[in-house]
């Protein structure tokens, strides 16, 4: 992986997520980048005041280069300063220099920070050209990083998609992934959607020389089923999907998405059915 893109207001949950992403980047190898983004309208702001508003920022940005520089063990630790919608700005400097993926803070459903980045988490997920980590103020940092991850597999086709990059973050971290097969219907057609996926799943994780276990899960909420499950073996990160689609198959997409960004206190990744998204640790 060549760049890691942390998205930062300087509110705490944003210094911790930039805390998570430096140790993510050093287990892949590759550069962090900060980005800020100012999001006030040039008529809320005299032209003074814009440009002491930037100044602080800059000045911000250069007390966490020289706090965190060093923490960066194999790449390089840098800042950008943007000006417009937040979750549109971090997208185009994810585009700008092709990151391979977001880091953003998130405050949950209770959280208490009013700075933009827990109330544009979702949006920067939704808008993204790359999966986005989504990891909340209060989740403790290991120092090992992944070690378990959750692969929910529904019945929608898409859900296979999320496969490729979990295997890749598993075999760099040396980490497990648990497939949780959801059933959520007593419908023979539907299950057999989510029984040929995971074995789809099973079969690209075993030649990948991944560790996997199984889980069958039946239930109505499966935002609290694969929460639970999460705790239960002791979670580092859960992979959805997040397109936007009204089929009630597709039940970890669109609004389930949001629910377990919101609700999740595990770090959640966020794939969006574009491509295969690929990890270069070149």
């Known amino acids: 992986m060549k760049d890691i893109i942390v998205a930062i207001d300087f509110s705490k949950g944003s210094l911790h997520a930039l805390d998570y992403a430096i140790e993510f980047a050093n287990h892949l190898k590759s550069n962090l980048m900060m980005v800020w983004v100012n999001n006030q309208l040039s008529q809320e ?5 814009v440009n002491e508003y930037k100044d602080e920022a800059a000045k911000n940005f250069d007390e966490l280069l020289k ?37 953003a803070g998130t ?3 209770t959280g208490y920070e009013e700075f933009w980045i827990g109330s544009n988490a979702y949006r920067i997920v939704s808008y ?27 019945s929608s086709a898409d859900t296979r998609q999320k496969i490729p990059f979990a295997v890749q973050l598993a075999g760099v971290f040396d980490a497990q992934i648990h497939i949780v097969a959801l059933f959520t ?19 690209y994780i075993t030649d990948a020389g991944i560790k996997y276990t199984l889980h069958n899960q039946h239930a109505d909420n499966i935002i609290n089923s694969t929460l639970e499950y999460a705790q239960l073996v002791d979670a580092d990160l859960i992979a959805i999907m997040t397109e936007q689609e009204t089929d ?21 990744l966020s794939i969006q059915p574009k491509e ?4 270069s640790t070149r």
Do not use: W
């Open 45 to 49: 702001l005299f032209n003074g005041e």
């Open 185 to 203: 219907t007593s419908l023979k057609l539907i299950q057999h959607r989510v029984e040929n996926s995971v074995r789809i799943a099973q079969k």
């Open 128 to 154: 993204a050209p790359c999966p986005v980590i989504t990891v909340r103020y209060d989740f403790m940092i290991k120092p090992e990083g992944v070690r378990n991850i959750i692969l929910p597999i529904d």
């Open 107 to 109: 405050h949950g459903v």
């Open 248 to 268: 009630a198959s597709n039940i970890l997409l669109g609004p389930f998405a949001q629910q377990m960004v919101n609700y999740s206190h595990v770090p959640v």
């Open 67 to 103: 706090a965190k520089k060093d923490l960066l063990t194999h790449g390089k630790l840098t800042y950008k300063m943007r000006k417009g919608k937040v979750y549109q700005e971090i997208a185009a400097q994810a585009k700008a220099i092709n990151a391979t993926l977001i880091i």
């Open 276 to 279: 295969i998204y690929q990890i």
